[in-house]
Structures are given as structure tokens and as C-alpha cells.
């Protein structure tokens, strides 16, 4: 049963008079007089005389529900408002993962957190290479991870984990034969590597032209691995990262050359400087206490 219509019909009642009781609901006399009609259709009963207003014996009934029911919906309303107020909605924890983030690690320390948090909703959400620390400070997650370490004081990082560098390159690529036994940045410096948006953060670029010039010509522009991946099986670029990428990515028609004089990278944990939040501790220090556990090399 509607309730609009039974504080309508409860209004007449009171006050005897249509125009009287729509004022009282900051209604218009024509929407009263029509909730009204729908009460005695769906009821089946005339509830009022007209001129003067007056109860008729179903509406004098009905009356006395209508009063425990209106009593009885205000009642809840009230209730459900106190708990709201004593125990507000869970705030998500929202993590940002770029590409494959810190390789195993990063499941690990989700699930993880959710086993000694359970209270608390995980959100994830996959960062491109704009949002390397546009996300944190933007605050659209509270943890991110990835690489390499943002060059900015509003951010946090620590240390997951740390690997070999790698290139991505077409199967029919001259480098694709040394897979096994690795080239040299010399090698890699023709490389056509993607093209970056120009407001993506320089230390990200520098990361991923292994500190060359950017931008590559020739590259395709990318925002993703799969972007990046999309440009290698086509033929039109080559990709960069660290060497766990390729368990993450192995694309058919992909191959994946170490590179041997690169200095090795790390992937991190990265949470805005002025938070202080408890889930954001609670996270951290659980990722970190994998890392401990597991070791920083990943010899992939």
C-alpha cells in the first residue's frame, strides 16, 4: 500500500476539508482528491462522504491503521537513520595497479589484506602511464602499484620488488634470437618504443626509453602494456620493462630479450605522503612483510 495515499486520506480526515488538508502536505487540491479515488479503487470501498467531509464506517477503519502504519514507517525511518549515523557505510580501499603491477606480489597483498581485513570493500583499479602519480594525488585510489619511483613529494613509495630489464620485440626482430642470451642498450637504442602522452611524468618516460631521448619516432602512442604489445605484433614497435612482464604478457608473435647492462628496476608501493589512514598502514605493512618474505629479485 502506498503510503503518499494514506497520509493524504489521514490529512482529510483530520481536517475535513480537501483544500485544507493539501495545504497541510504542500499539496494541490487535485492531487489529494486524486489519491483519494486510487485508495477507495485499490480498496474497493468508498472511505469518505463529500459535502460536508465525513468518514464512512470502511474509512473510519481505516483510519486506525493508517495511523498505526504512518506511526509505525516514521518510526523506521528514524531507527535506520541512527544506524547510519552509528555505523557508517565501510569506505572501499582502492588500489591502483599499473600494468602487472609488482608481479605476484601484488594478488598476494590483496588477498592478504582482505583476510586481515574483511570489514573493509577492495576496489582495483588498473592504472595507465599518465597516472603514474596523478591517481594518488588526485586521490581516485589510496595505494598504487608501480614503476618507477614518482619524483614528487606528495609521494610515498617502498620497494617491492627488483628485477632484470627486458625488451619486447616482434618475433622476426633481429634481436629475437638473442632471448636466450641478451643484447646491450647499444642494441636497443634504435628501437622504435612508443610514443607517451606529453603530460605522462618524465621519470616514467625515462624508465621506459632506459633514460633516452623521448619520444622514439616511429612508435606507436601508448597508454598500456596492451597498447605497447599491440604495436610489437603489428610490427610498428618495440616495448620495454622488467623481465617478470613477460610471464604476465606473453603474447603470441611477442618474443622478450634481456638486457644486460641495463641497471636493474624495482616496482613500489605507492601511497600519498600526508596519509595517515589505518587501511593504508594496514596494507602497506602487509605488502612490505611479503616483499621481506619473498625476497626483492625476482629472477623471473
Not at 634481436?175 to 602522452?197: E, K, S, W
Amino acid at each position: 500500500m502506498d503510503l503518499r495515499l494514506l497520509s493524504s486520506f489521514l490529512a482529510v480526515a483530520e481536517e475535513k476539508h480537501f483544500g485544507r488538508a493539501a495545504a497541510r502536505l504542500f499539496l494541490s487540491p487535485p492531487a489529494v482528491t486524486q489519491h483519494i479515488r486510487r485508495l477507495e479503487a485499490d480498496l474497493g470501498a468508498p472511505l469518505l462522504h463529500r459535502g460536508p467531509v465525513s468518514l464512512t464506517p470502511a474509512g473510519e477503519r481505516l483510519a486506525v491503521h493508517a495511523r498505526t502504519l504512518l506511526a509505525v514507517a516514521d518510526a523506521a525511518l528514524v531507527d535506520v537513520a541512527e544506524a547510519a549515523r552509528e555505523h557508517p557505510p565501510v569506505r572501499p580501499l582502492r588500489v591502483g595497479i599499473m600494468g602487472h603491477g609488482s608481479a605476484e606480489l601484488t594478488p598476494a597483498a590483496i588477498n592478504a589484506y582482505r583476510r586481515a581485513r574483511p570489514e573493509v570493500p577492495v576496489e582495483t583499479r588498473q592504472l595507465d602511464y599518465t597516472e603514474h602519480v596523478s591517481a594518488l594525488v588526485g586521490d581516485r585510489v589510496d595505494v598504487a602499484f608501480i614503476r618507477p619511483a614518482p619524483d614528487d613529494e606528495r609521494i610515498t613509495t617502498d620497494v617491492l620488488t627488483t628485477e632484470q630489464r627486458i625488451v619486447a620485440v616482434p618475433e622476426n626482430s633481429p634481436l629475437a634470437d638473442a632471448c636466450a642470451t641478451g643484447v646491450t642498450l647499444a642494441d636497443v637504442a634504435g628501437l622504435p618504443f612508443p610514443r607517451l602522452p606529453g603530460h605522462t611524468p618524465r621519470v616514467f618516460a625515462d624508465y621506459l626509453y632506459f633514460g633516452g631521448e623521448a619520444p622514439r619516432r616511429g612508435g606507436p602512442t601508448a597508454l598500456t602494456p596492451q597498447d605497447v604489445l599491440t604495436g610489437v605484433v603489428t610490427g610498428r614497435g618495440a616495448g620495454s620493462g622488467l623481465k617478470s612482464f613477460a610471464r604476465y604478457y606473453a603474447w603470441p608473435g611477442v618474443v622478450f630479450v634481456p638486457v644486460l647492462n641495463a641497471p636493474w628496476e624495482s616496482s613500489y608501493l605507492a601511497v600519498r605522503a600526508d596519509d595517515t589512514g589505518p587501511e593504508v598502514r594496514i596494507f602497506r605493512a602487509l605488502a612490505l612483510a611479503l616483499a621481506r618474505d619473498r625476497g626483492p629479485y625476482l629472477a623471473g
